[in-house]
């Protein structure tokens, strides 16, 4: 009886040891038959972050040219498109009205003074005659009026000198600022208004030059601290200030922030703010599409980061491939952050240590055993 019991005993040993012997092999089996991809292993590294806005920019100034007189416009003193400079002269109006005017109100102007002092005289006169009852009351007090109206004569008189002077001076129109003029809407010869609504030109200040961009509330609430770092520090030691044009090349000046607004607009919910950059080559026109980076140089964190070609993308949002240490296949939806190069910041989803397949995302699905070969260390 004892010798049937070790007997058995003997017999389950052996089929368990067999029995664990087949599963390995499957599993080893399994291994090898799988399909190879190449992994790379997540580990904590130093990333700067940054963020970016999408915006357009926009002139510094941009303004019609109006006439402040009216005539016959005489002469045009740029070529549509020209780059001028502030004060420069762009259109001459027939000034010969004004230069008659300019003279009869200097003129008038002389005559005023001389009746003033006459009555100045009158008034002292009167008042010496009054006390010695040598004039009537009504004689003292038409002196005495003719003498202030005098005195406004002459302030008159000086008011009009002014405006004619203004007005010789508006019938030669000057760029208000340094930028670059449109196309001019009328021609030698043609009669100007100052009451028309027409501009003559328009101009455009282009250097620098603006970037307009909003900003999300909630954004907003995180990258506050970088945009008021890059608001304050005009020399720009800590800050980079970047713009990607709409066809992917990097413009080569470094910019600043310019202003942000005062208020969440209501309907948007976002904050209004702008950048300037210098524009010495004229390169940036107003109303290009851009990309702008604000980057604080000193400030770094800990952070994984995936390859781009990782990550895949389907109704659900971004996903990607991980192996676990049996070597079978798992999904996992990621959040991705901004992206370093060739490789994406991960905000949430992975963890460091995982093994995420780069190459081979073709050969698997999830729960597919593979073999994995290490492609390289995950290192900013």
Do not use: W
Request: hydrophobic share 40%.
């Amino acid at each position: 009886m004892k010798a049937k019991y070790k007997f058995a005993l003997v017999s389950i040993a052996i089929s368990s040891a067999l029995l664990s012997g087949c599963k390995t092999g499957d599993i080893a089996t399994k291994t090898a038959q799988a399909p190879s991809v190449e992994t790379v292993t997540l580990t904590e590294t130093k990333i700067t972050p940054y963020h970016t806005f999408i915006g357009r920019t926009e002139a510094v100034n941009d303004v019609d040219i109006m006439p402040r007189v009216g005539g016959e416009l005489t002469a045009i003193h740029f070529k549509d498109g020209d780059m001028v400079e502030k004060g420069q002269l762009l259109f001459e109006i027939d000034d010969r009205p004004y230069k008659a005017a300019l003279a009869y109100a200097k003129a008038s102007l002389q005559k005023a003074k001389a009746q003033l002092v006459q009555t100045t005289r009158d008034a002292e006169r009167v008042k010496k005659l009054i006390k010695d009852k040598s004039i009537s009351e009504q004689q003292y007090d038409d002196a005495i009026a003719a003498h202030a109206a005098a005195i406004a004569s002459v302030e008159e008189a000086k008011a009009t000198l002014v405006s004619a002077r203004l007005d010789l001076e508006f019938s030669s129109v000057r760029a208000p600022f340094s930028g670059r003029v449109g196309f001019s809407n009328f021609r030698v010869g043609d009669r100007i208004s100052k009451i028309q609504l027409v501009p003559l030109v328009s101009i455009t200040q282009i250097d620098p030059i603006r970037f307009g961009f909003d900003v999300d509330e909630k954004l907003y609430r995180r990258v506050r601290s970088a945009i008021d770092v890059a608001h304050r520090n005009d020399d720009k030691l800590d800050v980079d200030l970047t713009l990607t044009l709409s066809d992917g090349s990097l413009y080569p000046l470094d910019g600043k922030i310019y202003a942000v607004g005062n208020k969440i607009d209501l309907e948007t919910g976002s904050i209004r703010a702008e950048a300037q950059f210098d524009n010495p080559t004229y390169a940036l026109m107003p109303g290009e599409y851009g990309n702008l980076t604000i980057k604080l140089r000193n400030k770094t964190i800990d952070g994984l980061l995936i390859p781009s070609a990782a990550v895949q993308q389907d109704q659900a949002g971004d996903y990607v491939m991980v192996v676990g240490d049996d070597h079978v296949v798992s999904r996992r939806n990621v959040g991705l952050g901004q992206t370093y190069g060739v490789k994406r910041a991960v905000l949430t989803g992975l963890a460091a240590n995982e093994k995420v397949i780069v190459n081979g995302l073709q050969k698997v699905r999830p729960g597919a055993t593979v073999k994995d070969v290490e492609l390289q260390s995950e290192q900013g």
